[in-house]
């Protein structure tokens, strides 16, 4: 067994076969196995349908968000559910016997999927997040994952069309196939506001070899080139730094 | 025999990387254009029930915050007049540090050891320990690899942990630090490019609390190995994580903070 590598505009390059290592211990779960590792998405990994946007949505309003986008983005915002799921360097995801954790080296906190809990906490106490609230649960080797508790801050751009708000929902289905060596993921948008339909896309990840290290996308906003680059203004009210 | 790769975070500026995701988001440029290693061999089937020794999943509340640790740590005489500097700036009216200004990633030891839960998710070969804070996500790996080599494109404001269990206690090795973020280490000191962090995680109490030992060395920093100790209680099992919204933007909330200071304070 050994690992290859993609070529695009960082080539990899392979210096040796590399002997796969058996797989380390889990903790004990009854949960099935091997979402744990990093995942990479590539040029072939996208099936993404144009959404059917609910009538009462305007280009005024879709332009509004794509503006608030590029905010976050500027200002090295957190930047949530979808693009947290659309990341170019490979999510990691870690399953736990009672959460699955995503993390992505996007600046965005992780996703927390528990698996050990039916319903989210009452509205009353729940503080909407860009994430949302996920909820897991297995059902044979399929992880079913539902969302809720969105807010509409961050980027909410959804892949096809539309946006998060805080009235949108999300399904998402996790299979392994090709013998785990890679992972589809289903999502499933529903949104009255927005969505006139279940908005469906898919995306495939690749296991990326066993010895990636995760990088950090250390994002500073009073960076002025970076600034500079993104818009044609400087970073407001800057002061003397001393650093 | 090894692999060598060139997976995104060593080949492209990382402010590029989320530059250029964002700005496009996600849409116009592919991933394939940042395609790292990918793996041949096929995943487990199904979860091994050998577990490890301990489960250190869970929600983990800080009880006596960092801050708090006694100021023992012996200086170098540059450390010492660094933070001597901080200290007046900070005197000088200058109390917002630089990283919180611009909502920086927080990173090690940080992220650790503040008033927020700390979420650890254990999984076979790899621990996540997740922070509400404006951070990334600290990866222990406890696959056996080592540390990449330190160079400036391998650095993070939560270094490259490597982690093994001596019994029941889990012993993390860090490096490859970056100077970025919160540097500040409790008792004194900050974090550098030259800094090596040794943590021993322990549960106490039935597993209800959870006992972590640092230790810092650095000979840029410290003349001795400089070590606290940090105490968690387990939260219920229902408790869920919150994210942070800091706003950079908002430039109005620091309009009389006098400016910023450097951050080599703890």
């Known amino acids: 067994m050994r690992a290859h590598c993609m070529l695009g505009l960082l080539a990899c390059v ?61 200002w090295c915002q957190p930047v949530g559910m979808p693009l947290v799921m659309e990341s170019s360097a490979p999510l990691d995801i870690v399953q736990g016997a009672t959460q699955v954790a995503i993390a992505s080296q996007m600046p965005s906190a992780a996703r927390h999927i528990y698996l ?108 002025q080139e970076r600034s500079a680059f993104l818009t044609s203004s400087p970073a407001p009210a800057r002061m003397p730094e001393s650093r | 025999m090894p692999v060598h790769c060139a997976p995104v975070s060593r080949s492209i500026p990382r402010q590029r990387v989320i530059l250029l995701s964002g700005l496009l988001l996600g849409l116009l440029l592919g991933p394939s254009l940042l395609s790292p290693c990918f793996a041949d061999s096929a995943a487990p089937a199904t979860a091994s029930t050998a577990a490890a020794p301990v489960d250190l999943s869970g929600f983990w509340q800080i009880k006596v915050f960092t801050a708090a640790v006694p100021r023992t740590a012996k200086l170098t005489p540059r450390a010492m007049a660094l933070l001597q500097a901080s200290a007046r700036e900070m005197a000088s009216g200058k109390v917002i540090p630089y990283f919180s200004r611009w909502c920086n990633f927080v990173g090690m030891p940080f992220l650790m050891g503040q008033s927020p839960p700390i979420n650890i998710v254990q999984g076979s070969d790899e621990i996540l320990i997740l922070a509400e804070q404006n951070s990334a996500a600290r990866h222990i790996y406890l696959d056996g690899r080592p540390h990449p080599a330190p160079t400036p494109l391998e650095r993070r404001t939560d270094g490259h942990s490597v982690g093994h269990w001596q019994g029941d206690v889990l012993v993390v090795d860090t490096t490859n630090f970056s100077d970025d973020g919160a540097i500040g280490i409790p008792g004194g000191g900050y974090r550098t490019p030259t800094s090596h962090l040794v943590e021993r995680f322990q549960l106490l109490s039935g597993g209800q609390s959870m006992q972590i030992e640092s230790t810092w060395d650095d000979p840029n920093v410290f003349t001795e190995p400089h070590s606290y100790t940090s105490t968690y209680e387990k939260l219920p099992p229902d408790t869920y994580a919150y994210e942070d919204a800091c706003d950079a933007s908002d430039a109005a909330a620091y309009s009389r903070s006098g400016g910023t200071r450097s951050d080599h304070m703890p």
């Open chain 1, 116 to 223: 050990d809990r039916r319903t989210p906490p009452g509205a009353d106490i729940l503080e909407p997040t860009r994430n949302g609230f996920s909820i897991g649960e297995w059902d044979g080797q399929t992880l079913f994952v539902h969302t809720t508790g969105f807010d509409d801050q961050g980027v909410t751009h959804l892949p096809g069309g539309g946006f998060r708000t805080a009235t949108s929902e999300l399904t998402e289905r996790y299979q392994l196939v090709d013998q785990g060596r890679e992972l589809e993921v289903t999502f499933t948008w529903t949104d009255p506001k927005v969505l006139q339909q279940p908005h469906t896309y898919a995306f495939r990840y690749y296991r990326v070899a066993r010895d990636f290290n995760a990088g950090e996308s250390f994002c500073d906003p009073n960076d």
């Open chain 1, 14 to 74: 392979a210096t040796a076969a590399a002997a796969q290592e058996p797989p380390a211990t889990m903790p004990a779960t009854n949960a099935p196995a091997g979402l744990t590792g990093f995942w990479a998405l590539r040029f072939d990994s996208r099936n993404v349908v144009p959404a059917v946007l609910s009538p009462s949505v305007t280009p005024d309003e879709i332009a509004r968000h794509l503006s608030a986008d590029r905010h976050v983005i500027r």
